[in-house]
């Protein structure tokens, strides 16, 4: 499986990016794909999650209510809306598959993931 995850750039505070991550390859047993972010100096971090079929979705607390996660299985792509952001969400993101059953207990740990995409920087000038 390969991740492909476009999007990242220079916003301004107060402003929305949207990233996507296109899967290809042998997606059929993926169970779900998440976003993570990374600043330089600190571990990865969680920020959100999706199982591939189902509704339910996970966030991390720092980005509830201002990013909105969601998928389009046709084209095996999921996206992450990022409204309302501010300096400190500037991190190179990276989206996430995986193929082991998603749970709230281990989908926020990168150990849950199989496959990795290349990253996408976003930066938030305040």
């Known amino acids: 499986v390969q991740l492909q995850a476009s999007g990242g750039g220079l916003v301004q505070a107060g402003g929305s990016q949207r990233l996507s991550c296109a899967a290809s390859?042998?997606?059929?047993?993926?169970?779900?794909m998440g976003w993570f972010r990374q600043v330089p100096g600190k571990e990865r971090e969680f920020v959100a999650a999706?199982?591939?079929?189902?509704?339910?979705?996970f966030y991390a607390d720092s980005v509830k209510g201002r990013f909105t996660i969601s998928r389009d299985n046709a084209e095996n792509t999921v996206y992450l809306q990022m409204n309302s952001l501010k300096p400190e969400d500037t991190a190179v993101y990276y989206c996430?598959?995986?193929?082991?059953?998603?749970?709230?207990?281990?989908?926020?740990?990168?150990?849950?993931?199989?496959?990795w995409g290349q990253g996408t920087l976003v930066t938030v000038s305040s």
């Open positions: 999706m199982p591939r079929i189902g509704t339910i979705t």
């Open positions: 390859g042998r997606t059929f047993n993926l169970s779900g």
């Open positions: 996430a598959a995986a193929v082991e059953i998603f749970s709230s207990v281990t989908v926020s740990s990168e150990g849950h993931y199989a496959y």
